[in-house]
């Protein structure tokens, strides 16, 4: 009998291509692309199991997925399965792990960087979301200071009643602006998301930030459980999942994989008004 072994995947995909992370009926998806590549390689029918599901046109600086082989994946193994891999999809580790560690299942964090660009640039469109609006970034960091702890986030939810239960534990919600407050960051950190949360989340703070919606209305949303009167979703190409957190593997995240979080300006907002540095 031959021993099953377990690997972690660690990667990087740019979403823009693909109709999310999950293996679906007459879409293109990163886990169809991945498990084609990976079977042909390793000749033998393979399924990813991934740390989590992205959306249509979401970003991954950071994800993880395992999968279970007969096969020893060597290290040297490692460039001819990238090079066999399409230009948008990079891995950057293959690590080896007890055949009980679940690469969804086990996470106990998650973090998601949103990006947005206030000024028209052909260069960031597909990786940056356009709002060609003024955006407060202090009102959108007072939204974003009530999100801090555990909170029924059922408004904020496309099927909340999909779920066993809409509480999420948020431990950061933080936004940055570049010095000329013309690109903004918001980076979220919890212990798992709803489906749709963030971008409903980014769509209300966006309202907030161009004052359309008040910091009242939205507290009341949230307290109450009160959904918005329109459930629309910010834009899919300004997300990114970028840090996944298990109790059994810690790398950190690498900001190399993400132009965007390579920028030295980026600036934290604080309830206090002033701007101070965001490392």
């Not at 740390?51 to 600086?61: E, K, N, P, Q, Y």
């Not at 996470?107 to 003024?134: C, D, G, Q, W």
């Amino acid at each position: 009998m031959r021993i099953i072994l377990r690997y972690f995947f660690h990667i990087g995909y740019k979403g823009t291509n693909y109709q999310g992370w999950q293996r679906q009926l007459n879409a293109h998806s990163v886990q169809e692309c991945i498990e084609k590549i990976l079977s042909q390689f390793l000749k033998e029918d393979v399924h990813c199991i991934g740390c989590g599901r992205t959306d249509s046109g979401v970003h991954a600086s950071q994800y993880y997925f395992h999968i279970n082989t007969k096969k020893i994946i060597e290290s040297k193994l490692f460039f001819p399965i990238n090079r066999m891999l399409p230009r948008d999809i990079a891995v950057y580790e293959i690590l080896e792990m007890q055949e009980n560690n679940h690469a969804q299942y086990h996470a106990t964090a998650r973090t998601y960087n949103y990006f947005i660009h206030t000024k028209k640039n052909p260069f960031l469109n597909e990786i940056s979301a356009l709002y060609s609006v003024f955006l407060d970034g202090t009102k959108m960091q007072e939204a974003a200071n009530l999100l801090i702890g555990k909170k029924d986030f059922r408004a904020y939810c496309k099927t909340p009643d999909r779920h066993n239960h809409t509480f999420c534990e948020v431990s950061k919600a933080q936004f940055y602006s570049n010095s000329k407050k013309d690109m903004f960051r918001f980076e979220i950190t919890a212990n798992r998301f709803l489906k749709g949360m963030i971008r409903i989340l980014m769509q209300q703070f966006i309202e907030i930030g161009s004052r359309n919606l008040s910091l009242a209305t939205f507290q009341h949303q949230l307290e109450e459980k009160s959904s918005p009167k329109t459930m629309k979703l910010a834009y899919p190409q300004g997300l990114y999942l970028s840090n996944i957190i298990y109790p059994f593997l810690k790398l950190k995240p690498n900001s190399d994989y993400c132009p965007l979080l390579q920028l030295e300006e980026w600036k934290a907002f604080h309830q206090d008004n002033d701007i101070h540095s965001a490392f």
